[in-house]
């Protein structure tokens, strides 16, 4: 079976300082519960591999993507989906960042992953989903905490920091 699995959140930021910050694929250890994200090569286009560790120190799983689609936008918003290729995690993955005016944007994660285990993996999914969803809500609010304290600090074109 398949799963589709789609969380939102706005930001008080503009669209491209959303992008550059969730495709800093090593800085999502700051917003991702429990996970370590790493570069394989540039992943910074079609074609180009990361892999996340999700768990407790050694006690977790490798979760491999090739990004298949990379997208910008005229606004500063883009779109990337990866086909996760682990053991534990199969199937595709997206990120976009929409702009919504100048100052702000919404980011958009979804997933489509194929539950393992056959109706136990169903019935654990149904189980766990809504847990599952709250930790992946807070982590969008914690990305966008920080990227919107980040903002706050930059300096406003136009303006004189001195």
Known sequence: ???RI????DVAAPA???WDYVTDWPRQEEWVP???????DEAAGVGGRLRAWTGLGRVGFWDPMTITAW????????RCEVLHLG???????EFAVLARGEQAS????AEVLDVPLGALG???WRAARPGVERILDRGLDRMRQLVEERQAQTPTRGTDPA
């Open 34 to 40: 429990k996970t370590r994200v790493e570069r394989v």
């Open 122 to 124: 169903v019935a654990g």
């Open 87 to 93: 053991t534990v995690v199969r199937g595709e993955g």
């Open 6 to 9: 789609q969380r939102e959140v």
């Open 16 to 18: 491209a300082v959303v």
């Open 71 to 78: 997208e910008r936008s005229e606004d500063g918003g883009g």
């Open 1 to 3: 079976m398949r799963i």
């Open 106 to 109: 919404r980011f958009v994660w």
